[in-house]
């Protein structure tokens, strides 16, 4: 699954409109008529150091390494009330985490397309790291310098065998815009048919094996880090996912696969239209599809001049969605605006770039269903358990502070009626508890929720009036009355419901005889309370922590003033020895300042 695709459009009016938080796919070729002029390509000339064909393995770990380096100090002076200049407040530390995640959008941008690549990945996973890094990364914009026609010639005629005026009548020297990945150019094959050729960057696989292979050093590394990689997650998890990700999204006969089986999904639909793969001009390297241009989705005021119905256009790109999701189980991983276009003539929606699509498990819907009438029953334990059975929570994961969050959830949001229920403030507020708990959200879950809020934002873009649970209820009662099958069972809903009100009346005759059996063991003695001041323990555990930490605080200064007494006058040997203990102090001092510190946060 990908999280924000690459970049490419070609009417100069609509990229004038293109806001930063919504970057387009380098299949979006968009224009907002057939007669708007095309622009040309990016002229971000910055000499990138990964911009060349042979890489240098040293280079690239000093460059990784650094980075990791200064991002772990960073991280780690965040958490310290003394490294403020003036004084902590909370408006200081969140001012400065947004500082150091613009950097890191920055730095993984400087660092390459496996790094943009891993960064718009990260981009939906609030449950690892802090919202703002979240927010920064999902604008991290995939716009690079191109790579020349040669280079582009070279691949096309060793992949497909033959040199591009064989191939195609014309083929467009100046792409029609770059990204990390690849780059697109317009072309003509010789039957006629208008094509885009997507060629994919030189160099790049063996970028990747490199930049993977310092990256899962780091993956260890946090693997056993006191801060993150608490909670038992599983970084070299997290890390084979991502190079399975990033793998695939290299392989361009994967993607025209993809794209057949979701042009297949949709063939009874006329109002959805995908571009048909020519295999005989296409290799892993090379992408040959049919040139559909339209009107991006987000383009309201090209859609208003082509007369188009803007309200259809919300309703239809929900149920599109919602199809791919609940229907076919096969889904476009980031239907943002630039992904989705509108063809002027019939206001079909036309989706572009399928290097990555998300894939629902058999099983998986009836879990889901099962999640639903729990969190519809306000019942946090069955809705934990439904997470478990998810893969969002570890099964041997402490549960306890997880109910706990999810009931939070369930008394806060589900009083409001559906219509005032808003998917993205739901998915933000989930991944605010998320974050610092034992949850670990597969990717498929992550999209899915992504792709909801886009679908949220562009439909109330459209439409101000349009609400998407309202849009998705249809097929939540279809999938809950499906009963797992294709036949409808208008009886399972109802039958669930009456298996709840069973459980709580068999709960509540039992619960005077568990109360009896309660007594009895606490006048055996089986059961045993402990009273214990949790606070009062870690205020003696700081005390004393901080008594040690003063006294190798004088040692490091008698030490120091002593070895400088000496070598001042000219015992170099002596302050050399008294210089050593000094350094151990100092040593001893740092470890006991970071066990202070992890006393100090909240358990």
Avoid at 487 to 507: H, K, M, Y
């Amino acid at each position: 699954m990908t999280a924000t695709s690459e970049s490419y459009v070609i009417s100069s009016d609509d990229r004038l409109s293109l806001p930063h938080q919504d970057p387009v796919s380098e299949l979006a070729i968009i224009a907002v008529s057939q007669n708007t002029p095309e622009p040309p390509p990016s002229n971000d000339n910055r000499a990138y150091r990964w911009n060349r064909t042979n890489y240098s393995k040293r280079r690239r770990k000093i460059d990784i390494w650094s980075f990791f380096l200064r991002f772990l100090n960073g991280s780690w002076l965040d958490g310290k009330k003394w490294s403020y200049l003036g004084g902590y407040t909370e408006a200081k530390q969140a001012a400065r985490k947004r500082r150091q995640a613009i950097w890191i959008r920055d730095t993984f941008l400087e660092l390459g397309p496996t790094f943009i690549k891993l960064g718009q990945l990260f981009s939906t996973r609030a449950d690892l790291f802090p919202v703002e890094y979240v927010e920064e990364l999902s604008k991290l914009q995939d716009r690079v310098p191109a790579f020349s026609y040669a280079q582009v010639e070279e691949i096309i005629t060793r992949d497909l065998g033959k040199n591009i005026p064989e191939l195609f009548a014309s083929f467009e020297r100046v792409p029609l815009a770059a990204a990390s990945l690849g780059q697109v150019h317009l072309a003509r094959l010789h039957t006629g048919e208008e094509v885009v050729v997507k060629v994919q960057r030189p160099g790049l696989h063996k970028l990747f094996t490199i930049d993977l292979e310092i990256l899962r050093g780091i993956a260890k590394y946090f693997q056993n880090h006191p801060k993150w990689g608490k909670g038992g997650r599983d970084w070299l998890g997290i890390y084979d996912e991502c190079c399975r990700i990033l793998w695939e999204e290299t392989d361009y006969i994967s993607e025209g696969q993809n794209a057949d089986t979701f042009r297949r999904n949709f063939r009874a639909q006329e109002w959805v239209k995908v571009p048909r793969v020519y295999w005989r001009y296409s290799s892993t390297r090379t992408l040959t599809l049919q040139y559909l241009p339209g009107i991006k989705i987000s383009n309201y005021e090209g859609l208003e001049a082509a007369g188009l119905d803007r309200e259809a256009i919300a309703r239809q790109s929900a149920t599109a969605y919602l199809q791919q999701l609940l229907t076919d189980g096969f889904f476009h991983a980031d239907p943002h605006p630039g992904n989705v276009a509108i063809d002027p003539q019939t206001g079909a929606l036309i989706f572009y770039d399928f290097g990555m699509m998300g894939r629902i498990a058999p099983g998986t819907k009836e879990k889901l269903v099962n999640t639903l009438l729990a969190i519809a029953g306000r019942n946090a334990d069955r809705v934990v358990r439904g997470l478990v059975d998810l893969g969002a929570v570890s099964a041997d994961a402490d549960t306890d502070p997880i109910r706990r969050s999810i009931q939070y959830l369930l008394d806060n949001f589900l009083d409001k009626p559906l219509e005032a229920q808003s998917v993205s403030q739901i998915t933000d507020d989930l991944y605010d508890i998320a974050y610092g708990q034992p949850f670990r959200f597969p990717a498929t879950f992550t999209f899915v929720m992504r792709a909801f809020s886009t679908i949220e934002g562009v439909g109330k873009g459209l439409d101000p009036d349009f609400n998407f649970m309202t849009a998705a209820q249809p097929f939540a009662f279809q999938m809950m009355n499906t009963n797992g099958s294709n036949t409808p069972d208008a009886n399972t809903f109802l039958a669930e419901i009456g298996r709840q009100a069973a459980q709580v009346g068999t709960s509540a005759l039992g619960l005077p005889r568990r109360l009896e059996d309660t007594i009895d063991k606490l006048e055996r003695g089986d059961i045993r309370v402990r009273v214990r001041s949790s606070e009062t323990d870690r205020y003696l555990r700081r005390l004393s922590s901080m008594q040690q930490n003063t006294n190798y605080t004088i040692l490091v200064a008698t030490f120091t003033l002593s070895a400088t007494m000496l070598f001042v006058n000219q015992y170099a040997i002596a302050a050399g020895v008294i210089g050593a203990f000094a350094l151990i102090a100092m040593i001893v001092w740092f470890r006991q300042m970071r066990k202070l510190d992890r006393q100090d946060r909240p358990s």
